[in-house]
């Protein structure tokens, strides 16, 4: 099983987005999915137009807002053929105070255990990540083998890549199996020269881990509105194929070496 | 004096260009202005072209990287005429982790005595708020008592704000001097039904606080890689009218009931 955690600290450069068109079209590949939402915000569930009771914290503490033993396996909503979703939002507040209060040794690998499931009844796990850098963020970065960032092309974006690859560094010391496999460019304006200023910089300097940039293209900002994938708000539509061509390399690539 | 939060959970929303912005304009304008950057990404230097050697952590720990005693006046970094600025950037992971091993009681106002000051110095306090939720983002809330929020106009940005609310009125429990004085719509892009619906939606739920929004101006995110502000990159820019339109407002409206 392959897990792929999306991250940027920089906001809104398109993770969610990424996190849930890529988790989709996966699934219609016929890959077992479980997508993961490790925002406060969370929007993954907005994004895919469910509401489900249960979620992240339910799964990591197995107790209901009542204290009521709860099973895995019911934190997992079905969200579409082959699709789970593992739901984010405010408790994951709470997640990240218990998280600050554990001794500082086992702070980074506290969720690990829980989050890594033993059995093959998955193909993929996919997170997607909070911006900002907290201890949830630590946490995530243990507990997967690959990392696919998300590059908003346009201002500062390259800073953004080089902070965040500092704290891989670091995550790499105690998860040796951690690889930033691929760099996804995003927003991509053919009209503007920045965007080709920046994508040029970053074929410089992550050629092996470049992906083919997701165009700047409305309909994926109105998707998630009405609840719907790109796949299913209009599959012709330029997001839909850049997002395609994201499932099938991932898919090709085979992940971890 | 007034503290000013510049706040969303949401990504990529705008906080940083309006706190550098905002701040630059009020500091034209002959106001005195400290500038805090409360993110581990530390872009607010990166913004104004500068790189001081220490910033809000050891502000707090009054220590350097040699453990010598450093005094608050060595971590504000003069940054332009009336405008200081206390630096964001790695260290604040090292904030975070002592925070979140504070007591329950009280984690949420570690920070407060330290960060407002005793004297009358300063005119304003600008604070740049890190994306997503944890237990800086609460600390910078309750030193604070007014709050502007940056909304961008698309996707599903009323979420967003209807979210964040919920955490302003958790934080009001606590610190009963926090108002959302400011709702500021960004990214407004006139060709888009999308940026007026999301607009209209505003007017009608924040119509006391919303400010004319801010255009989507592709110089306010060139001016960055220059290490300058709008008002230096491009004075005659439509970004640099609206954020002078914004300081305008700032300045008028007089702040805290
Ligand atoms: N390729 C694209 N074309 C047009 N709009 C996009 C594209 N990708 C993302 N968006 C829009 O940009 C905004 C930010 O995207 P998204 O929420 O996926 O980013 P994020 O990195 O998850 O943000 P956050 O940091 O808050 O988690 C949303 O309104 C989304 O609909
Ligand atoms: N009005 C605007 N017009 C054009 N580009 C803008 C505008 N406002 C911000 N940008 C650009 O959008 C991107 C995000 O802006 P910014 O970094 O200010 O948002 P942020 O909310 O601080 O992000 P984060 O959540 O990562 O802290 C940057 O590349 C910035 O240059
Ligand atoms: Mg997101
Ligand atoms: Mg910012």
Redesign the interface.
């Given at each position: 099983m392959r897990r792929i955690a999306i991250a940027m600290?920089?906001?809104?450069?398109g993770k969610t987005t990424t996190a849930v068109n890529l988790s989709h079209g996966l699934a219609r590949a016929g890959a077992r999915v479980l997508l993961v939402d490790c925002?406060?915000?969370?929007?993954a569930a907005?994004?895919l137009g469910i509401d489900p009771p249960l979620g992240l914290y339910e799964f990591v503490t197995r107790r209901d807002d009542k204290g009521a033993p709860v099973s895995k396996k019911d934190t997992l909503c079905p969200a579409r053929p082959n699709l789970w979703l593992l739901a984010g939002g405010?408790k994951l507040?709470e997640l990240?105070?218990w998280?600050?209060?554990q001794p500082?040794d086992i702070?980074p690998t506290a969720l690990r255990r829980s989050l890594v499931p033993k059995d093959d009844s998955l193909d993929f796990m996919i997170f997607d990540c909070?911006?900002?850098?907290?201890?949830l963020s630590v946490n995530i970065l243990m507990a997967v083998n690959e990392v696919l960032c998300p590059v908003?092309l346009?201002?500062?974006a390259l800073?953004?890549l080089k902070?965040f690859f500092?704290y891989l560094l670091s995550a790499q010391k105690v998860n040796k199996d951690l690889r930033l496999n691929y760099v996804l460019p995003t927003l991509f304006d053919k009209r503007?020269r920045?965007s080709y200023q920046i994508y040029q910089q970053l074929y410089r300097l992550f050629r092996r881990q470049l992906c083919d940039p997701i165009h700047y293209n409305?309909r994926l900002?109105?998707a998630?509105?009405q609840g719907q994938t790109i796949f299913e708000f209009e599959g012709h539509a330029i997001g839909a194929a850049d997002y395609e061509k994201l499932t099938r390399r991932i898919m090709d690539n085979g992940g971890p070496e």
């Open positions: 600290a920089k906001g809104g450069v925002d406060t915000q969370g929007q907005k994004f405010d507040i990240k105070n998280l600050g209060e500082r702070r909070a911006p900002g850098w907290d201890v908003a346009q201002g500062p800073e953004g902070t500092r503007t920045q409305v900002s109105e998630p509105s």
